[in-house]
């Protein structure tokens, strides 16, 4: 066992924790394959969802699309309406993990692009988004991972060194995001990896 290199592990959540995915809803709304991904790739965009991410309400973010694609009214709707339908369930093998870590008194944190008003539903139907030590939520601070500033408040309101704080995401840029912050970050693809890279830092977890 190696000299442990770590104090605290943050975790991302969608693609981490929770199985999020809008083809999940729209499969059931627009059963045509080819017709759905144009809709969720040129109309309910990446970076139209990354907005309400970063704090915009989603009543706003659903008026104005509405008004450039009125055709599309009630599946524009559906994106905030039918939110929890894009959620399959969590990821319990991360979740095992996650609780495994607490269980040894390792502070845990969630560090999430995230719109707040979803995050308040997301942790009342999954309470254990609500057992971390803390929480940095991109829709609270209005602004989004990779963000240099959204790791710097992680690390500065909970008083964490970054250099011992271990971050898991599956999204490459925001890695590297935190990489560049002087965080300990590793890309994440399965529980079992994420456990491997956590025991080579020392930490005493079950094979």
Excluded: C
Aim: overall charge negative.
């Amino acid at each position: 066992m190696s000299e442990r290199s770590v104090d605290n592990v943050v975790f991302d959540i969608g693609g981490v924790l929770l199985d999020w995915n809008p083809n999940y809803l729209y499969a059931e709304l627009i059963p045509d394959e080819e017709q759905r991904r144009h809709f969720l790739t040129n109309v309910t965009t990446p970076e139209w969802n990354m907005r309400q991410d970063a704090g915009r309400p989603w009543a706003e973010a659903v008026e104005e699309l509405t008004a450039l694609h009125p055709q599309h009214a009630e599946w524009i709707a559906a994106y905030d309406t039918g939110w929890l339908k894009m959620v399959k369930g969590l990821l319990t093998d991360t979740v095992d993990l996650l609780t495994e870590l607490q269980a040894l008194g390792v502070p845990t944190y969630a560090l999430t692009n995230f719109s707040g008003e979803k995050w308040a539903v997301a942790k009342e139907t999954f309470p254990v988004l609500d057992s971390f030590t803390g929480e940095i939520v991109s829709g609270h601070e209005q602004v989004v991972k990779p963000d240099e500033k959204i790791y710097r408040l992680l690390v500065d309101r909970f008083t964490l060194d970054p250099a011992r704080t271990f971050f898991t995401d599956d999204v490459q840029r925001n890695v590297d995001g935190a990489r560049a912050a002087g965080l300990d970050a590793e890309l994440f693809t399965t529980a079992a990896d994420l456990r491997t890279q956590l025991h080579t830092r020392g930490l005493q977890l079950k094979p």
